[in-house]
């Protein structure tokens, strides 16, 4: 069993909906992340929270609204979505290693939750 | 700068025969490697992971993977495919990207009967 709980497993959206995905661990881990993962690609990453302050937005629409409310829950929420937004969104947290937020070792491996299929129509 | 490539997209093996999923890296350092595991539908489980220490690592669900230096290899292996071992694998190299990981394209594990 996974130590990232995400919700909903499952998502079906309209283009003028506005929704929310969630994710919480309680391992600790200071750094969490979501991902969008399109059918047989590697994930692709769209935010990262680093002691709960956004480090990393890689040029994500604004349609997508990340919240981190507290170091166990993140949130990432939608509005206006796209057909093509339609896709699984993984969580994963980590935890931060002396060497900053992008330093990883064996020590500071990524978990990552089981995801949320989203499908906009 | 960091690099990751699969070699395979897809890979078919019959069950009980052996499991080669092979990787090769770039990077400018020593880096941690990582396989990850996503079955369908699913997040992505470790499965193992190279920090510069025992260059054969041994994993989860009976996959090791072999760190090889002069080869820059990462290559997955298991000496007994199953059935539940079908799955997307993806061989993981720290640096490179905003996350401080770059992903391989992933290869596609398919278990005959």
């Known amino acids: 069993d996974t130590e990232v709980t995400q919700t909903p497993k499952h998502l079906v959206m309209g283009m003028t909906n506005k929704k929310s995905l969630k994710c919480e661990q309680h391992m600790g881990h200071r750094a969490m992340y979501w991902y969008k993962q399109k059918a047989k690609k590697p994930p692709e990453l769209m935010f990262v929270y680093s002691y709960e302050k956004l480090s990393i937005n890689e040029s994500v629409p604004s349609r997508f609204s990340p919240e981190c409310p507290n170091s166990s829950l993140l949130n990432l929420h939608l509005h206006a979505l796209q057909p093509e937004d339609s896709a699984l969104y993984l969580c994963a947290s980590r935890t931060v290693i002396a060497g900053g937020p992008l330093a990883f070792s064996g020590a500071n491996v990524l978990t990552f939750g089981a995801g949320s299929r989203l499908t906009v129509l | 700068a960091q690099s990751v490539t699969q070699l395979d997209s897809h890979v078919s093996v019959s069950e009980g025969t052996p499991v080669l999923l092979r990787c090769n890296y770039s990077?400018?350092?020593?880096?941690?490697l990582f396989w990850y595991v996503q079955h369908p539908n699913k997040g992505l489980q470790l499965l193992l992971k190279?920090?510069?220490?025992?260059?054969l690592v041994k994993g989860i669900n009976g996959f090791e993977a072999e760190f090889k230096k002069s080869e820059t290899s990462f290559h997955l292996t298991k000496p007994s495919a199953h059935m539940s071992d079908a799955a997307e694998y993806f061989c993981?190299?720290?640096?490179?990207?905003?996350?401080?990981?770059?992903f391989g394209k992933g290869t596609h594990l398919i278990i005959q009967p």
């Open positions: 993981v190299v720290s640096g490179g990207g905003a996350d401080g990981l770059t």
């Open positions: 190279y920090t510069s220490a025992a260059t």
């Open positions: 990077s400018s350092y020593s880096p941690s």
